[in-house]
Nanobody, 124 residues
Framework: QVQLVESGGGLVQAGGSLRLSCAAS????????MGWFRQAPGKEREFVAA????????FYADSVKGRFTISRDAAKNTVYLEMNSLKPEDTAVYYC?????????????????WGQGTQVTVSS
């Protein structure tokens, strides 16, 4: 079992930046990739970005492409989400998740472990 702990959320003005971190512990050596998802009030959880552990290949939702950057530090078992040019519509609880098996990283149903989430609020 992998344990995930997110940090770095907060309140920021539109146009500002935040950096989220997700520290993984446990059986991380068997993981294929990590993803960030978000859920706004009254909306379904949606894919934001993902990265594979071994090659560092990245994937992004169209809504964040060019503004958000996902990265990983394998030595620290930590994944980051750098968020720039934030918009009020980016307001949500952000979750990191771990996927153990090969395959698409865009579907939240394919993930095996989840963090508790961190709130990001962007004011206009």
């Amino acid at each position: 079992q992998v344990q995930l702990v997110e940090s770095g959320g907060g309140l920021v003005q539109a146009g500002g930046s935040l950096r989220l971190s997700c520290a993984a512990s446990g059986r991380t050596f068997s993981s294929y990739g990590m993803g960030w998802f978000r859920q706004a009030p009254g909306k379904e959880r949606e894919f934001v970005a993902a990265i594979t552990w071994r090659t560092g290949t990245t994937f992004y939702a169209d809504s964040v492409k060019g503004r958000f950057t996902i990265s990983r530090d394998a030595a620290k078992n930590t994944v980051y989400l750098e968020m720039n040019s934030l918009k009020p519509e980016d307001t949500a609880v952000y979750y990191c998740a771990e996927k153990r098996t090969l395959g698409s990283l865009r579907n939240d149903r394919d993930y095996d472990s989840w963090g508790q989430g961190t709130q990001v609020t962007v004011s206009s």
